[in-house]
């Protein structure tokens, strides 16, 4: 049972534009996401996150948002850089956890094309 | 400030046989969990170490387990190990989860290949 879900298998776009990635989860009582972004043979570095009582976060050029009625939540990343390229992961936790154990979606990998 | 140490990087071992692999945190984070990554499945959690005890478990068989030391690092054991195992070990960890909501900082990652 895949309670967190990345549809998009990858995602390509040109440099300057907008990258939207897209995360779906099936846990209504999820109230913690993030985004981790992965380069090949490092480990995920943490990008940004959202607790549920937010429908949106900033950082720079990257902004989450959280449909919590949708059960969806989307990072957009403005504008684009080729150092953007990587596999992006979403990820969930809750109720109220303070654990390491995050559910995490199977990510997609993002190509920004100079 | 060191980031999450993890050895060995990479290992080769062959069906039926057992590995170990370390990890060593941030200093001052008493959190450590562990995941697994196969190519199409993400990350899939393994369990999770807090003071010595483990909070969290994954749905993963009995051959894998794990333990902390009190200087809060941990090793994984995969005993008689299947092709299946084959994958990206990664350990993170995190501040005293009363802290909040946690962001999980991890390793490298140790690849395991299994013949």
């Known amino acids: 049972?895949?309670?967190?879900?990345?549809?998009?298998?990858?995602?390509?776009?040109?440099?300057?534009?907008?990258?939207?990635?897209?995360?779906?989860?099936?846990?209504?009582?999820?109230?913690?996401?993030?985004?981790?972004?992965?380069?090949?043979?490092?480990?995920p570095t943490f990008l940004i996150s959202i607790s549920s009582i937010k429908d949106k976060n900033e950082d720079g050029r990257?902004?989450?948002?959280?449909?919590?009625?949708?059960?969806?939540?989307?990072?957009?990343?403005?504008?684009?850089?080729?150092g953007d390229s990587a596999v992006y992961f979403c990820a969930a936790s809750g109720p109220s956890s303070n654990t390491g154990k995050l559910i995490f979606g199977q990510g997609t990998t993002l190509q920004v094309k100079p | 400030k060191a980031g999450v140490t993890?050895?060995?990087?990479?290992?080769?071992?062959t069906r039926g046989q057992q590995v170990t692999l370390s990890c060593s945190p941030i200093s001052g984070h008493r959190s450590v969990s562990w995941y697994q990554q196969t190519p199409g499945q993400g990350l899939q959690f393994l369990f999770e170490y807090f003071s010595e005890t483990q909070?969290?478990?994954?749905?993963?068989?009995?051959?894998?387990?794990?333990?902390?030391?009190?200087?809060?690092?941990?090793?994984?054991?995969?005993?008689?190990?299947?092709?299946?195992?084959?994958?990206?070990?990664?350990?993170?960890?995190?501040?005293?989860?009363?802290?909040?909501a946690n962001v999980l900082t991890f390793g490298a990652g140790s690849r395991l290949t299994v013949l």
Not at chain 1, 14 to 32: A, P, W
Not at chain 1, 62 to 82: C, D, E, G, R, Y
Request: aromatic letters at 12%.
């Open chain 1, 1 to 43: 049972d895949q309670q967190v879900k990345q549809n998009s298998p990858s995602l390509s776009v040109q440099e300057g534009r907008i990258s939207i990635l897209n995360c779906d989860y099936t846990n209504s009582m999820f109230d913690y996401f993030l985004w981790y972004k992965k380069y090949p043979a490092e480990g």
């Open chain 1, 62 to 82: 990257f902004t989450v948002f959280l449909n919590k009625s949708a059960k969806h939540l989307s990072l957009h990343i403005v504008p684009s850089q080729p």
């Open chain 2, 6 to 13: 993890q050895t060995p990087r990479y290992l080769i071992k």
């Open chain 2, 55 to 100: 909070r969290n478990k994954g749905n993963f068989p009995g051959r894998f387990s794990g333990r902390q030391f009190s200087n809060s690092r941990s090793e994984m054991n995969v005993s008689t190990l299947e092709l299946g195992d084959s994958a990206l070990y990664l350990c993170a960890s995190s501040l005293d989860p009363g802290a909040g």
